[in-house]
């Protein structure tokens, strides 16, 4: 299963078409929050139907009604999508990592620090796929590429193109 998986979009959505090319052909959607509505238009950019996103909350969502944590089973890979804010990813990815042991998650999808992670902790992946709009380091925004298989997963990130 290829999924796509977004965060930090903050309503800056140009560029999707040249995205799906990168991308190719997608299962499903993350949206790890700051402008959850954005997530139904990423889906619809990329050509994905309703059904096959799923988003969360984030800092920047306020007064926007949605999940702040969503556990997926997905090709027997548990995973957990959070925005981060709540567990302080910006100092430390400590708390979100017991958080995924708690509940026995393979990967944690996380966003809010704009920075781009795959880092492997303990049979963990603690992934950030970036910001697609404003990346707080340098070189280009970012989206990320999960691929699981028989309870296997591989990620990388996809440079976007700059210019937002």
Sequence with gaps: MRVAVFSDTHGKLAGLA????????LDLLLHAGDHFNDAAKVAE???LAPEKVHAVVGNCDMGQRGPEECVLDVEGVRILLVHGHRFDVKSTLQRVFYK???IGAHVVIFGHSHVPVSLWERGVL???PGSYSEPRVQGPATCGLLIVEAGSV????????AGF
Excluded at 18 to 25: D, M
Excluded at 154 to 161: L, R
Aim: proline share 4%; glycine share 12%; net charge negative.
């Design 100 to 102: 995924a042991e708690e």
């Design 45 to 47: 950019g990329l050509g």
């Design 18 to 25: 040249r995205v799906k090319e990168r991308l190719g052909a």
């Design 154 to 161: 591989q990620a990388e990130h996809v440079p976007v193109s």
């Design 126 to 128: 603690l992934f950030n």
